[in-house]
C-alpha cells in the first residue's frame, strides 16, 4: 500500500483482510503477534498459500501492498529490509545486502552503504553496485515506478528524471566501486533505512525489466526464484541455487518450493483451512472471516488459532476535487452520519475490529486519542449530520459511487456504511472491482469514483511519518499509483507534513503526527470505519508462522514434517 490493505496497502482477497497494505506498527516487541504456530520448521518440502487473487505484480516497481510485500521477501533483497517476524522487534530495519545500516555525512544529506560479498542473482551474475543502482533507478520509470514512493519523494533526482530506460543513469546515485553506493537526498532524512527496506528497492541487471518484461517473469536475488506462473492460477517457487544463507541473517528458507494457489472462493479456502486435509495441512491462509468463528471453537481448531493484533485502519475515503465531496460540510456529515458499530459488526464483531476514530491506529506511534464525531448511542448522529447537509444546501440528501473490492468482508462493510447514511438521506450505490485490479483503479484518480472503502498501514514502524503524508500530501497526488485517494491538496496541511518531515527527533515529530491527525480530521477527508484484528488458522503441519495483519513473514515459516509437502 499500500498498503495498501493499501489497504493500505493493493491486496490479493484471500489475503487481504488478512495481510494488509504496506507496513506495520508501532516500534516495539509489543507490536509482535502474541501467538505463533507451534513447532519447528524444518528444511524441505512445499508450503502452500490459499488466496482469492492474484498478486498485484511481480515486478516491485509496480507491486506496494501488504500481501505482495510479502510475497516479494521470498524473491528480492535490498540494501536494508524489515527484521524477522519472530525477532525481539520484528519492526526493526536490519542490513540485507549491506554489511551495515547506512551512514549518513554530518549534513545528513548523504548516505553510503557497502555491500556483502559473494551476492549473485539467480542466474549466477554478480550483484554489484552498479545492479543495486539499476533496480532503484527503475522506481522513477512513469510507467513501470506505480509502487512505493519513497525513494522518488526522498533521493534528489533531477526534476525531469524518467529512470533508467527513459533518461540513462541517476546522477544523484553513485558507485565510486562494485561494493559502494552512495544516496544523495533532497533534505535530511533520518529514517532513510527505511526508505531502502521498501520494496522496489531491490537490485536488477543493468538493462533489464523495461516494458512488460517482469509482468510474467522477474529475475531473482532473494532465496527463492519463480518455476512457473499461470496468472489468477498458480504460482510456483523453487529454490535460488544462488542464494547463500551466509550472506542473509533473515530468511531461513526452510521448504524447498512455495506454491501460491489463487482464484480460490472465499469460503471455499476457510472450509479447507477448517477441514485440513491432504494438502492442506502444509497451507496458510488469510484472516477467518467472522461468519466463519463460531466453527472454529472446537478444542481442536482453537489450538490451532492465532490471533494477530490491528496495524491498520480501515477507511473510506472521500474525493475531496468533485462535488458533492468537494464541500467539507458534506464530508464532515458523512462522518458524524456513520454507524460505525454497524461497520464494526460486518467486520466480524469486537473479537475481529475496533471502532476507528482517528486517521492513526493506536498500535501506532504517533497516535492520539481523539473523536469528533462522536456517535449517539443509537448509532452515529443523525442531526448534526442532517444540520451541516442543510447548510450545504443538501437538505434532500444526495447519492453517490462508492468503489469496493468484490470480497466479502468489504463488501459487507459497504452495505453498513450504505445502511447509515440512508437514514440521513444520503444514497449509496456500490460499484463493485475485481479484486486483482481493485488498487490499480481507485489509484487512478482518472478511474476513481465518489468514494472508496480501503485501507493503510504505516510502511515502516518507527514512526507515523508513512501513514499521514502518502495519503494526505498534496504533492504526492500522482496520475497512477495515488495513495491520496481523497486528493486532498490543503496548503496549511502540505505545509505542516514539511514542517514535520524535517523533525529529526522521531519523539517529537510522532507528536506532531498525532497532532495533525486531528487538523486533517477537521477537513474529514476520509470517514475512518474500523481498526481490523485477524484470526488465523493455519494448517497442522505449518511452524515458523507469526501471522500479521499487516505482512506476515513468508521467510521464516517451515514444515514441522517435511516428507508430508
Known amino acids: 500500500?499500500?498498503?495498501?490493505?493499501?489497504?493500505?496497502?493493493?491486496?490479493?482477497?484471500?489475503?487481504?483482510?488478512?495481510?494488509?497494505?504496506?507496513?506495520?506498527?508501532?516500534?516495539?516487541?509489543?507490536?509482535?503477534?502474541?501467538?505463533?504456530?507451534?513447532?519447528?520448521?524444518?528444511?524441505?518440502?512445499?508450503?502452500?498459500?490459499?488466496?482469492?487473487?492474484?498478486?498485484?505484480?511481480?515486478?516491485?516497481?509496480?507491486?506496494?501492498?501488504?500481501?505482495?510485500?510479502?510475497?516479494?521477501?521470498?524473491?528480492?533483497?535490498?540494501?536494508?529490509?524489515?527484521?524477522?517476524?519472530?525477532?525481539?522487534?520484528?519492526?526493526?530495519?536490519?542490513?540485507?545486502?549491506?554489511?551495515?545500516?547506512?551512514?549518513?555525512?554530518?549534513?545528513?544529506?548523504?548516505?553510503?552503504?557497502?555491500?556483502?560479498?559473494?551476492?549473485?542473482?539467480?542466474?549466477?551474475?554478480?550483484?554489484?553496485?552498479?545492479?543495486?543502482?539499476?533496480?532503484i533507478s527503475r522506481a522513477w520509470d512513469p510507467q513501470i515506478g506505480i509502487g512505493?514512493?519513497?525513494?522518488?519523494?526522498?533521493?534528489?533526482?533531477?526534476?525531469?528524471?524518467?529512470?533508467?530506460?527513459?533518461?540513462?543513469?541517476?546522477?544523484?546515485?553513485?558507485?565510486?566501486?562494485?561494493?559502494?553506493?552512495?544516496?544523495?537526498?533532497?533534505?535530511?532524512?533520518?529514517?532513510?533505512?527505511?526508505?531502502?527496506?521498501?520494496?522496489?528497492?531491490?537490485?536488477?541487471?543493468?538493462?533489464?525489466?523495461?516494458?512488460?518484461?517482469?509482468?510474467?517473469?522477474?529475475?531473482?536475488?532473494?532465496?527463492?526464484?519463480?518455476?512457473?506462473?499461470?496468472?489468477?492460477?498458480?504460482?510456483?517457487?523453487?529454490?535460488?541455487?544462488?542464494?547463500?544463507?551466509?550472506?542473509?541473517?533473515?530468511?531461513?528458507?526452510?521448504?524447498?518450493?512455495?506454491?501460491?494457489?489463487?482464484?480460490?472462493?472465499?469460503?471455499?479456502?476457510?472450509?479447507?483451512?477448517?477441514?485440513?486435509?491432504?494438502?492442506?495441512?502444509?497451507?496458510?491462509?488469510?484472516?477467518?472471516?467472522?461468519?466463519?468463528?463460531?466453527?472454529?471453537?472446537?478444542?481442536?481448531?482453537?489450538?490451532?488459532?492465532?490471533?494477530?493484533?490491528?496495524f491498520c485502519t480501515t477507511y473510506m475515503s472521500m474525493n475531496t476535487t468533485t462535488a458533492p465531496f468537494d464541500d467539507v460540510r458534506v464530508r464532515q456529515a458523512v462522518n458524524w452520519a456513520l454507524d460505525r458499530t454497524t461497520v464494526q459488526n460486518a467486520s466480524g464483531g469486537n473479537q475481529l475490529a475496533d471502532v476507528a476514530t482517528t486517521i492513526i491506529p493506536p498500535a501506532v506511534n504517533g497516535h492520539r486519542d481523539f473523536d469528533l464525531y462522536p456517535a449517539t448511542d443509537e448509532g452515529g448522529n443523525a442531526e448534526e449530520a442532517q444540520a451541516l447537509l442543510a447548510e450545504a444546501g443538501l437538505a434532500d440528501g444526495f447519492e453517490f459511487t462508492l468503489d469496493i473490492r468484490s470480497q466479502p468482508a468489504m463488501q459487507a462493510q459497504a452495505e453498513a456504511v450504505q445502511e447509515s447514511l440512508e437514514k440521513v438521506g444520503i444514497t449509496v450505490n456500490l460499484n463493485v472491482i475485481d479484486t486483482a485490479i481493485y488498487y490499480e483503479t481507485i489509484a487512478t484518480p482518472a478511474k476513481q469514483n465518489d468514494a472508496a472503502i480501503t485501507g493503510w498501514c504505516p510502511d515502516w514502524a518507527s514512526s507515523a511519518s508513512t501513514f499521514i503524508p502518502p495519503l494526505f500530501d498534496g504533492a504526492m497526488i500522482t496520475e497512477k499509483g495515488n495513495q491520496n485517494l481523497a486528493q486532498l491538496n490543503d496548503p496549511a496541511v502540505n505545509e505542516r507534513i514539511a514542517e514535520v518531515r524535517a523533525m529529526t527527533d522521531v519523539d517529537e515529530a510522532n507528536a506532531a503526527w498525532g497532532d495533525l491527525d486531528e487538523q486533517i480530521m477537521e477537513l474529514a477527508p476520509i470517514a475512518p470505519l474500523v481498526f481490523e484484528n485477524g484470526i488465523f488458522l493455519p494448517g497442522t503441519n505449518i511452524a515458523g508462522y507469526f501471522p500479521s495483519t499487516n505482512m506476515t513473514d513468508l521467510t521464516i515459516i517451515g514444515l514441522k514434517d517435511p516428507s508430508k509437502g
Request: proline fraction near 7%; hydrophobic fraction near 40%; aromatic fraction near 8%.
Open 1 to 135: 500500500m499500500t498498503a495498501k490493505m493499501r489497504a493500505a496497502g493493493l491486496l490479493a482477497a484471500g489475503m487481504t483482510a488478512a495481510l494488509l497494505l504496506a507496513g506495520c506498527s508501532g516500534g516495539t516487541s509489543s507490536s509482535a503477534p502474541t501467538e505463533a504456530a507451534s513447532g519447528e520448521p524444518q528444511k524441505g518440502g512445499t508450503v502452500h498459500m490459499l488466496q482469492n487473487a492474484d498478486f498485484s505484480y511481480l515486478d516491485p516497481a509496480r507491486g506496494w501492498d501488504g500481501g505482495v510485500n510479502a510475497f516479494y521477501r521470498l524473491l528480492y533483497r535490498g540494501l536494508t529490509m524489515q527484521a524477522a517476524g519472530d525477532a525481539d522487534d520484528p519492526n526493526a530495519i536490519v542490513p540485507d545486502l549491506a554489511e551495515s545500516l547506512g551512514t549518513a555525512s554530518d549534513d545528513g544529506l548523504t548516505w553510503t552503504y557497502t555491500l556483502k560479498d559473494d551476492l549473485a542473482f539467480d542466474n549466477g551474475d554478480p550483484i554489484t553496485s552498479a545492479e543495486v543502482k539499476f533496480g
Open 148 to 310: 512505493s514512493p519513497y525513494l522518488k519523494n526522498v533521493i534528489d533526482a533531477p526534476a525531469d528524471y524518467e529512470g533508467p530506460y527513459v533518461s540513462g543513469d541517476i546522477p544523484t546515485i553513485e558507485t565510486p566501486d562494485e561494493k559502494t553506493i552512495v544516496f544523495h537526498l533532497k533534505e535530511p532524512f533520518p529514517e532513510f533505512d527505511n526508505v531502502l527496506a521498501q520494496s522496489n528497492a531491490v537490485p536488477f541487471p543493468v538493462g533489464t525489466g523495461g516494458g512488460d518484461e517482469f509482468i510474467n517473469d522477474v529475475i531473482a536475488s532473494g532465496p527463492y526464484t519463480l518455476d512457473s506462473y499461470t496468472p489468477g492460477s498458480t504460482i510456483k517457487l523453487v529454490r535460488n541455487e544462488h542464494w547463500s544463507a551466509d550472506t542473509d541473517d533473515v530468511r531461513k528458507a526452510y521448504p524447498d518450493a512455495w506454491q501460491f494457489d489463487m482464484g480460490i472462493d472465499a469460503a471455499t479456502i476457510e472450509e479447507r483451512m477448517i477441514a485440513g486435509q491432504g494438502d492442506d495441512v502444509n497451507a496458510i491462509a488469510g484472516k477467518i472471516s467472522g461468519a466463519a468463528l463460531p466453527r472454529i471453537q472446537t478444542p481442536e481448531l482453537q489450538e490451532r488459532a492465532i490471533k494477530a493484533p490491528a
